[in-house]
Every structure is written in structure tokens, then in C-alpha cells.
């Protein structure tokens, strides 16, 4: 499927290319935080080893088409796996110490600047010089769970948009 990805877009691209429409239409596809190998600290982050072949040729096609590079980010996934050492604040963009990433100095008050950040040191880690404009496509928080599902709440859900919302309007 990888393989076929690279091949449809371009394939798109051209079609919409004889239409006139790419300078309407960007050509694109959204993608996980799994393709990185981690995500934090966001300076240490790469693309999984077994992706880069797919990635970097995707990173030219975006670069040559003026296209973003689509992340779907999603702290909460983050707190679900450990909830016990991953601050609800931190990932709520409420009040909290933050972290910070000893190898730029760079502190984080939330979890999804990390994450995009992350997926930056990633793109530059292909070896990929030209810059990609990140986005994030999907984002969000449950507003409910199975009981495994720490956090997944109404309540969180509205703090967790509601924040964001502020955050972007800033």
C-alpha cells in the first residue's frame, strides 16, 4: 500500500494539473504519529527506519507540488498510555511546569507543539533540506471511554477544544 501512496498522488496531482486546479487543489495525505520512532524529546524524533524509504520521495512530491505535510495529533493517546506520569494539564494546554527538550533548550507547555515538533525534527532527519509545511489535520479528545480509557470524559473533551481553540486564536 506504501508503495501504491507515492504513485496515487502524483497520479491526482496530474490530473488536476490538466484541469488547471493545483493551484486550488493540494494534493496530500495525512499520517499518524506512527511513522515516527518517538516523539519526544522532538529533536531526537525520526521517521520509523522501515518508512523513510516511502517518506522521503512523499517529502519531494510535497515540496515540488507546495503541498503541507498532514499530521493527525492526538495528545490524549499519550496520557491513556500513562496517565500516572503524563500531566492532564500538559496535554489539556492548562497551566503546567511543561518540559523541555535539553538538546535545543526549547520548553513545551503542551504536548501538541511537541508532537509537532517532533514530526519537524523527523523531516529534517530524512535529510530533506527544503522546508514542508506542517499541519495538523485531526486532532482531539473523547468524550467517552471504556474504563481503560483514563481521561475520556465530556468534561476533558470540552477543555481539551475549548483550549485549543484559545491556543489558535492567539
Excluded at 496515487?8 to 496530474?14: I, N
Excluded at 500513562?82 to 523541555?100: I, Q, T
Excluded at 495538523?136 to 485549543?164: C, F, K
Aim: aromatic share 8%; proline share 6%.
Amino acid at each position: 500500500m506504501l508503495r501504491s501512496l507515492l504513485l496515487a498522488t502524483q497520479s491526482l496531482h496530474s490530473t488536476l494539473a490538466a484541469c488547471n486546479l493545483t493551484s486550488r487543489v493540494a494534493v496530500t495525505t495525512a499520517h499518524s504519529l506512527a511513522v515516527l520512532s518517538s516523539s519526544f524529546p522532538p529533536s531526537s524524533t525520526a521517521f520509523r527506519r522501515e518508512l523513510l524509504p516511502y517518506m522521503t520521495p512523499l517529502l519531494a512530491f510535497l515540496t515540488k507540488t507546495n503541498s503541507p505535510f498532514l499530521i493527525n495529533a492526538y495528545p490524549y493517546f499519550a496520557y491513556k498510555g500513562d496517565p500516572d506520569h503524563v500531566d492532564l494539564n500538559y496535554v489539556l494546554f492548562e497551566a503546567n511546569a511543561g518540559v523541555s527538550d535539553l538538546a535545543t533548550g526549547l520548553h513545551y507547555d503542551n504536548m501538541l507543539h511537541v508532537q509537532v515538533d517532533a514530526v519537524r525534527a523527523a523531516i529534517c532527519k530524512a535529510n530533506y533540506g527544503k522546508p514542508v509545511e506542517i499541519r495538523v489535520s485531526e486532532t482531539g479528545w473523547p468524550s467517552q471511554g471504556d474504563d481503560d480509557e483514563a481521561g475520556a470524559m465530556p468534561e476533558n473533551a470540552a477543555r481539551y477544544n475549548g483550549n485549543l481553540m484559545r491556543l489558535h486564536h492567539q
